[in-house]
C-alpha cells in the first residue's frame, strides 16, 4: 500500500476531463466554490473539450491526467466528471508516475476503472468522492466538507455518522455481524464489472467490497453481481457493503436487492450491510480506493479509516 500526501492547506488542485464532456458554466461555478474553500484551481488544457461523447481524444485526455501529475505545483489531481471513456486509457496510462507523484486522485464513477488500475500495478491508494461539477450545488454540503477532510487526512471517528439517510430505504444489516478490519474496495458496480478477464482488476482476496450504481435496474444488479461470482470474486471478500443505487423503492426494488445480495453470496460467512451514503445522490462519502480500514458490521454501522499500521488515523 502506497498513501498519498495529505492536500495541504491553500493546495492547487488540478482539474482535467479524463471521461465525458463538462458544461463550461457548471464547472466554472464549481471551481469558484473550491476557491472559496481555500484551494486554487488549475484547468488541464482539454477540460472543456468535446469529442462525441468524450471530452477529447484518447491521446488529449491521458496527456491531460499525466502533465497534471508531472506538474511539480498541482497538489491534487481532481476529475471533472465521469460518464463513459476512461476504461480506453487503461492500457496506456502510467500508473507508476501516477503512484510516485504521491498526490491525492479524487474520482468517481467511470474513473472507477482507472482507480482500481492504479491500485492493482502500483498499490497507490486514491480517493473516489465528489467529482469537481458537482462542488456546483450537486452533493451536500456534508459531503464536500467530508470530501476536505479525507483529501486533508483530518477525518476521524466514523464516517457514516456525518450523513443522515434521506433514502426511502434505511440502513440494514443483512447479514453477519462484527468488526473488520481489511482494504476497502470502493467503486462503481458496472465499471467492476468490466474490469473481470483484465490485468486492471485487483487482487481481491480478504478485501472489502463498497458497490454503488445509477440507473441500473434490479435484474441489471442481479447480473452483475452474479457475474462477479461467476468469476470467482466474491468468494474472496472478507465483508460487502451496498451503498445508493439511486432506486425510490418501487415495483419491489429492494426486495430484489436483498434477496439477489442473499442468493448471491450463498455458501459465503462474510457479514453485508446496505443502504450506506456512497453513490451518484447528493449526501456521498469520499473513500480511499485500497485503504485500509475499520468497518463495523452491526445495528449502528461505521467505517473508520486507518493508518497502515492498523491505528485509527
Known amino acids: 500500500m502506497l498513501l498519498p500526501r495529505a492536500l495541504p492547506a491553500k493546495g492547487l488542485i488540478g482539474i482535467c476531463s479524463p471521461a465525458g464532456p463538462v458544461k463550461q458554466d457548471k464547472l466554472e461555478r464549481a471551481v469558484r466554490r473550491i476557491e472559496r474553500s481555500g484551494y486554487r484551481v488549475k484547468l488541464a488544457p482539454n477540460v472543456f473539450g468535446k469529442h462525441g461523447y468524450l471530452s477529447a481524444s484518447d491521446e488529449e485526455r491521458l496527456s491531460d491526467l499525466h502533465q497534471l501529475f508531472l506538474d511539480p505545483e498541482v497538489d491534487a489531481v481532481f476529475c471533472s466528471r465521469g460518464g463513459y471513456g476512461t476504461s480506453r486509457l487503461l492500457e496506456k496510462a502510467d500508473a507508476t508516475l501516477i503512484a510516485n507523484s504521491r498526490k491525492p486522485f479524487l474520482g ?14 502500483t498499490g497507490f491508494v486514491t480517493y473516489t468522492g465528489p467529482l469537481a461539477v458537482e462542488w456546483d450545488d450537486l452533493v451536500s454540503e456534508a459531503a464536500c466538507d467530508h470530501a476536505w ?4 487526512q483530518t477525518e476521524t471517528g466514523n464516517l457514516f455518522a456525518a450523513f443522515p439517510s434521506e433514502s426511502p430505504q434505511r440502513f440494514e444489516l443483512l447479514k453477519g455481524r462484527g468488526e473488520l478490519h481489511g482494504v476497502l474496495m470502493p467503486g462503481n458496480l458496472a465499471m467492476i464489472t ?10 481481491m482476496q480478504d478485501k472489502i467490497l463498497f458497490i454503488e450504481d445509477i440507473s441500473e435496474s434490479p435484474y441489471r444488479f442481479d447480473r452483475m453481481l452474479f457475474q462477479l461470482r461467476n468469476a470467482g470474486i466474491l468468494k474472496k471478500l472478507r465483508g460487502l457493503i451496498v451503498g445508493d443505487f439511486g432506486w425510490d423503492g418501487k415495483e419491489g426494488e429492494y426486495e430484489m436487492q436483498r434477496q439477489c445480495l442473499l442468493d448471491v453470496t450463498r455458501g459465503y460467512s462474510y457479514p453485508i450491510m446496505i443502504n450506506l451514503p456512497y453513490g451518484h445522490g447528493r449526501d456521498r462519502l469520499t473513500l480511499p480506493v485500497g485503504g485500509s480500514v475499520a468497518a463495523g458490521f452491526d445495528d449502528t454501522p461505521s467505517l473508520r479509516l486507518l493508518r497502515r499500521d492498523g491505528d485509527a488515523a
Do not use: K
Open 108 to 121: 468517481f464513477s467511470d474513473t472507477t476503472a482507472l482507480q482500481w488500475m492504479i491500485y492493482a500495478e
Open 194 to 203: 468490466t474490469l473481470c478477464g483484465t490485468p486492471y482488476l485487483p487482487d
Open 149 to 152: 477532510r479525507v483529501l486533508t
